[in-house]
């Protein structure tokens, strides 16, 4: 009889399990049957060559994700060379006068133009234009990425760097120095890319920099040219020096030989003073002797004969000695005038040149003139002393000529004396006086011509002192008018600043261009330009989650007699309403949470619910035609898109292949679109955008229709289908 049903609950089995056994530590890890059971489930992909493949795009799932990605942002700073802006001049040339005095025009907008069109290292693929107007309008449609415009004053701005105050010309007109930074405007579009704003400052800063070191270069050369210059005007400055030293040392000896001249003349004018002096007393005495002479005369005028012929020729020597003795006080006061006008400028010359021993002749000239004398009436004076002294030697020769005629008619009339009556005591005492004054004019005619003689060598002496002066002087001057014209070229040279412009042209010269970004339809934050790339990102995420869960198309639905289209709608009208969520959401977080702004931001809210449903009408139509295995190909597809859409980097920085299937996928126009919403707002090209998404989406319905219709056909493939995802 079978035992009732006991269960063994509480046997001493229940409380002695087998857990401690030798097997326990002796599992057989590392036998084959370890890989039967993973075996049994990778079999079950052999049977299909979709399922092997399916296993291998799994597995490749992240090289793809992670070469597409690298390889489309591999290198987009070395490629933004593919990207085009363009340079608008409207730089007027600039003359400006060198430190050598040659004008110099400088065309800097030029210059630059030519340096940025057509390199390969100016950052951007750079054209010129000539409207500023067109070309920051081809901004809006990323013809070009970035507008450079160079104002009219560039050139003239630059050139106010390399030159002194008033050297600048703009045209034709002179402009007052005041040193400022040239500008250069850079205007970018955030509403076509942001990155790309970020990258023209980097652009822009080596423009700068390179129009920077340029100008430096410039200025440098302006200053060393200056130097140059002035080292040549400094050595006229030096020979000029050299010549007034060798003119001051000729005026130096000049001056020695006139003051040793002077100083013989004034010895002369002595010894001259001393002889007149002598010669004034003989005459006198002359005189004397000469009357009582005539009147003993005429007492023994009938004494002889021989008599009678002495004391003719005594007459006449009396004669002749007499107008001699007339014209001698003439000459002698001549002669003393002149000695005195000489003593008294030179010795005002000397005291003058004592005291300011640095002046120049004009200068002594100028105090001798204020003191009521000249250099001129030195001359003057010295020249009296020559001619008084001419003359009192002219007077002398006759006097001495008359002298000795009249020792003759003595000696002539003491022989007839002697017949004469030894009584004629008058006749005797007036011959002896005569004798003793004749003596003394005799004396005193040889000490006048030994003065006069001195005088005249003294005069000499001090004319040729006075002419080495003069050529001294002159030099001097010369050197002088030399020196003061160098120097003065040397100074005009030698730029002359205020504290102010010294200041403003430190400034500028550290850094001469400055460069004024314009950012077009700016976004405030980082986050914000990035915002167009990450919300439709978010939205296909979302989309492929959402059909993890939904069923693409209802198996009720598709077994009944509803037509495909109807079908197709009835499996996507829920993705629609939890998409339509999930943009509400996205937003609502975005803006109240992390803070994004938007131009149009109910523009933006519509857009963003536009790709939401597009995004899920293509997520169904993959699942409803390929079922699991779509979910892979919405992978594949984020992958590219991601690489393509210019999210981050304008796709012309991104390999070819990307550049080509962009336009072919809907992540592009989305990406556009909420760009532009964001930074700008509502414009035209949006409306392209929404057309293209909508196309996308009619498309991606239409492939859904086709999987309903399709799915009412019934196959072995789809009882026993060779791949589940």
């Known amino acids: 009889m079978a035992r009732p049903f006991a269960p063994r609950l509480f046997t001493p089995r229940l409380f002695a399990p087998r857990l401690f056994t030798p097997r326990l530590f002796a599992p057989r890890l590392f036998t084959p049957r370890l890989f039967s059971l993973p075996g049994i489930e990778l079999s079950r992909f052999r049977s299909s060559l979709l399922a092997i493949v399916a296993l291998v795009m799994i597995a490749a799932v992240p090289a793809i994700y992670g070469g597409v990605y690298l390889s489309a942002n591999w290198n987009t700073s070395g490629n933004v060379g593919r990207l085009h802006a363009v340079i608008v001049n409207d730089d007027l040339a600039a003359s400006i006068t060198g430190a050598d005095g040659t004008e110099q025009t400088i065309t800097a907008g030029a210059d630059l133009v030519d340096s940025l069109v057509g390199s390969d290292s100016a950052g951007f693929t750079w ?33 106010s760097t390399a030159t002194k105050p008033g050297a600048v010309t703009a045209g034709t007109a002179a402009s007052a120095f ?39 270069e410039t200025y440098l050369d302006h200053v060393y040219v200056g130097f140059t210059s002035l080292h040549d005007n400094l050595a006229l400055a030096a020979d000029g020096a050299v010549t007034l030293r060798d003119g001051a040392t000729s005026a130096s000896d000049g001056s020695e030989q006139l003051v040793i001249g002077l100083g013989t003349l004034a010895s002369g004018a002595a010894d001259l003073a001393s002889g007149v002096s002598q010669v004034d007393a003989g005459s006198h005495t002359l005189a004397t002797g000469a009357s009582s002479l005539a009147t003993g005369s005429a007492s023994v ?18 004669a002749t000695l007499d107008t001699s003795a007339t014209t001698l006080p003439t000459a002698t006061a001549q002669l003393k005038a002149g000695t005195d006008t000489v003593a008294e400028n030179l010795a005002t010359i000397a005291a003058l040149t004592t005291a300011h021993p640095d002046w120049t002749v004009t200068q002594l000239n100028a105090a001798l003139a204020a003191g009521g004398g000249s250099i001129t009436a030195l001359a003057d004076g010295a020249a009296t002393v020559a001619a008084g002294a001419a003359a009192l030697d002219q007077t002398a020769t006759p006097l001495v000529t008359g002298i000795g005629t009249l020792a003759d008619g003595a000696g ?5 004396a002697a017949s004469v009556s030894t009584g004629a005591h008058s006749v005797s005492a007036g011959a002896a006086s005569l004798q003793a004054g ?89 986050g914000e330009g990035l915002a167009a790339y990450f919300i439709p990102l978010a939205l296909w995420v979302g ?93 594949l597809l984020l992958i590219l898109q991601l690489a393509s859409a210019g999210g981050t980097y304008p796709v012309q920085t991104s390999p070819g292949f ?28 949006i409306l392209v955008d929404v057309l293209a998404l909508l196309a996308f989406g009619i498309g991606a319905f239409t492939v859904s229709v086709f999987a309903s219709r399709s799915m009412k056909i019934w196959s072995i493939g789809k009882l026993h289908p060779s791949l589940k995802i």
């Not at 990323?142 to 003239?156: E, G, I, K, M, R």
């Not at 009938?302 to 004391?311: T, Y």
Request: proline share 4%.
């Open 658 to 685: 990307f550049q080509w299937i962009s336009p072919a996928l809907p992540m592009t126009y989305a990406v556009d679109g909420v760009r532009r919403l964001i930074a700008e707002g509502w414009t035209s090209a």
């Open 543 to 635: 989309g492929i989650g959402m059909y993890f869960l939904f069923r693409p198309l209802s198996p009720q639905a598709v077994a009944s007699t509803a037509r495909p289209v109807r079908v197709a709608l009835t499996g996507l009208a829920p993705g629609l309403l939890f998409g339509l969520l999930q943009a509400g959401l996205l937003l609502a977080v975005l803006h109240f949470l992390v803070g994004l702004e938007a131009a149009n931001f109910a523009a933006l809210a519509a857009f963003t619910v536009i790709v939401a449903l597009v995004f899920t009408a293509i997520h169904h139509s993959l699942i409803a035609l390929l079922g699991g295995r779509g979910r892979l190909v919405a992978l």
């Open 301 to 318: 005028a009938s004494a002889a004969a021989q008599v009678a012929s002495g004391a003719s020729h005594l007459a006449t020597g009396a």
């Open 412 to 416: 002539t009339l003491a022989a007839g």
């Open 178 to 216: 005041a040193p400022e930074q040239a500008r250069l405007h850079v205007y970018t579009d955030d509403a076509s890319n942001f990155i790309v704003g970020q990258v023209t400052q980097t652009v822009t800063a080596a423009i700068r920099s390179e129009l920077s070191s340029s100008i430096s």
């Open 127 to 159: 054209s010129s234009a000539t409207d500023e107007a067109d070309a920051r309008r081809s901004l809006a449609d990323t013809t070009n990425f970035a507008v450079l415009v160079v104002p009219a004053d560039f050139s003239s701005t630059l050139a």
């Open 438 to 526: 004749a003596a003394t004019l005799q004396a005193g005619a040889d000490s006048t011509a030994a003065g006069a003689s001195s005088l005249a060598a003294g005069a000499t002496t001090a004319s040729t002192g006075a002419g080495t002066l003069a050529a001294g002087l002159g030099q001097l001057e010369a050197g002088a008018d030399t020196l003061s014209a160098s120097l003065e070229v040397g100074v005009d040279q030698i730029p002359s600043y205020t504290a102010d412009q010294a200041s403003a042209l430190a400034a500028v010269t550290s850094a001469p261009v400055a460069a004024e970004h314009v950012r077009e339809n700016p976004v405030g934050f980082y």
